[in-house]
């Protein structure tokens, strides 16, 4: 399986982006899919985890009610739209499926 994450960039405190995961080799319907963050000078977060397609969701604390994984099989594309974005939040942010494969990661900047 092979992940491209993108829609990364600047933003400021309070607004959105949202971040895709577009995979090939591989539909993505029955894996979990999840985003993982790294901030500078810390270790890997946890933010989100979407069981196979029509299943649950699960968010870090620090991102719930902020951010929603969603999923788009017949894009075979995987979403994570954050609202209401934190200086916080800022890291680069890594999308993964089903704990083993990892796309390359997109930068997520928020201004105060």
């Known amino acids: 399986v092979q992940l491209q994450a993108s829609g990364g960039g600047l933003v400021q405190a309070g607004g959105s982006l949202r971040l895709s995961c577009a995979a090939s080799?591989?539909?993505?319907?029955?894996?979990?899919m999840g985003w993982f963050r790294r901030a500078p000078g810390k270790e890997s977060e946890f933010v989100a985890a979407s069981r196979r397609s029509g299943g649950m969701s699960y968010y870090a604390d620090s991102v719930k009610g902020r951010f929603t994984i969603s999923r788009d099989n017949a894009k075979n594309t995987v979403y994570l739209r954050m609202n209401s974005l934190k200086p916080e939040d800022t890291a680069v942010y890594y999308c993964?499926?089903?704990?083993?494969?990892w796309g390359q990661g997109t930068q997520v900047t928020v201004s105060s």
């Open positions: 993964n499926a089903n704990w083993k494969y």
């Open positions: 080799g591989r539909t993505l319907d029955t894996y979990v």
